[in-house]
């Protein structure tokens, strides 16, 4: 099976602008979640999409966003870009199953730089 | 809440000796523990993960962790090192309540010297 996919691997955007990330499950998998990693804060959660709906978010501010199609690919959006934004988003796919014990398998990332 | 500490933020082996990444965790519900690695500029690979079964989990590439209810622990190790496990290790942690959303550690620095 093919893994996660993430796209593009590498974006460099300026401050105000808006960027839109794209993701691929593993094929069968209903649950993608989003994550940012930055050397100050670490992995953080941002939020998570199960059969189109948002279950889980986390708390950044409502600048991100995202959605999930029916095909279980996932998007996130960040609106008017900040410096701090800088980070690398990791997606991940899980299949159903026991809440809270699903294996996660992340994506290789997408490595945003704000200007 | 739940939350995840790694003791140590940089961890220095010698090829061939034992390998000991120290984690511990805060859970108000039964939690489930997994360790991922993260090399250069890669994704996180799950390594093992602990769910209310046997508390001794073995995982991928000779890794192993002892989930410790009393200790609140869940420690990461190898017997020996190899130059290919130096890598980012991070101590995971959910709960049943909590869906899908991970809480990490701060991770864990693994440099092995040759």
């Known amino acids: 099976k093919a893994g996660v996919t993430q796209t593009p691997r590498y974006l460099i955007k300026t401050r105000g602008q808006q960027v839109t990330l794209s993701c691929s499950p593993i094929?069968?998998?209903?649950?993608v979640s989003w994550y940012q990693q930055t050397p100050g804060q670490g992995l953080q959660f941002l939020f998570e999409y199960f059969s189109e709906t948002q279950r889980n978010k986390g708390n950044f501010p409502g600048r991100f966003s995202g959605r999930q199609f029916s095909n279980s690919r996932s998007e996130m959006n960040v609106s008017t870009l900040e410096l701090g934004d800088s980070a690398l988003y990791l997606c991940a796919s899980s299949s159903v199953g026991v809440l809270g014990t699903d294996t996660q398998y992340f994506g290789p990332g997408t490595r945003l730089t704000v200007l | 809440a739940q939350s995840v500490t790694q003791l140590d933020s940089h961890v220095s082996v010698s090829e061939g000796t034992p390998v000991l990444l120290r984690c511990n965790y805060s859970?108000?519900?039964?939690?489930?523990l997994f360790w991922y690695v993260q090399h250069p500029n890669k994704g996180l690979q799950l390594l093992l993960k602990y769910t209310s079964a046997a508390t001794l989990v073995k995982g991928i590439n000779g890794f192993e962790a002892e989930f410790k209810k009393s200790e609140t622990s869940f420690h990461l190790t190898k017997p020996s090192a190899h130059m290919s496990d130096a890598a980012e290790y991070f101590c995971?942690?959910?709960?049943?309540?909590?869906?899908?959303?991970?809480?990490f550690g701060g991770g864990t620095r693994l440099m092995v010297k040759p």
């Open positions: 995971v942690v959910t709960v049943n309540n909590a869906g899908n959303m991970l809480t």
């Open positions: 094929s069968g998998h209903r649950s």
């Open positions: 859970s108000s519900y039964s939690p489930s």
